[in-house]
């Protein structure tokens, strides 16, 4: 199977922070890159809209008693999200710590 075989992640109208009615198509399967300048969204995009809604479809598979521990994520901003899947979500933070010392001695 070829990379097109998988579709693409369809977002309409993404109006998440400081985007203004983004609508792209994401192939799947493929490595994709965003890049811009500071402020153009890339997070607002990446962070607030697929991953959100990923994460979001994940948390509805579990049994309403998981559910209620988990945290909850309201459907992000946008006029269609269609075809996302599963996702590992690798934030921005540190994991934490001082990185000064990376041994103790």
């Known amino acids: 199977m070829t990379p097109?075989?998988?579709?693409?992640?369809?977002?309409?109208?993404?109006?998440?922070n400081n985007l203004k009615s983004v609508s792209l198509d994401?192939?799947?399967?493929?490595?994709?890159?965003?890049?811009?300048?500071?402020?153009?969204?890339?997070?607002?995009?990446?962070?607030?809209?697929?991953a959100a809604e990923s994460q979001r479809?994940?948390?509805?598979?579990?049994?309403?008693?998981?559910?209620?521990?988990?945290p909850r994520y309201g459907q992000p901003d946008a006029d269609q999200l269609e075809n996302i899947s599963a996702a590992i979500i690798v934030d921005q933070q540190r994991l934490g710590g001082n990185c000064a010392r990376p041994w103790p001695r």
């Open 4 to 16: 097109a075989d998988y579709g693409s992640i369809i977002i309409r109208g993404a109006h998440e």
């Open 26 to 50: 994401i192939p799947k399967r493929q490595i994709t890159v965003f890049t811009g300048v500071s402020g153009s969204g890339k997070s607002s995009l990446v962070f607030g809209t697929i």
């Open 57 to 70: 479809l994940i948390n509805e598979t579990y049994p309403s008693f998981v559910q209620q521990f988990m």
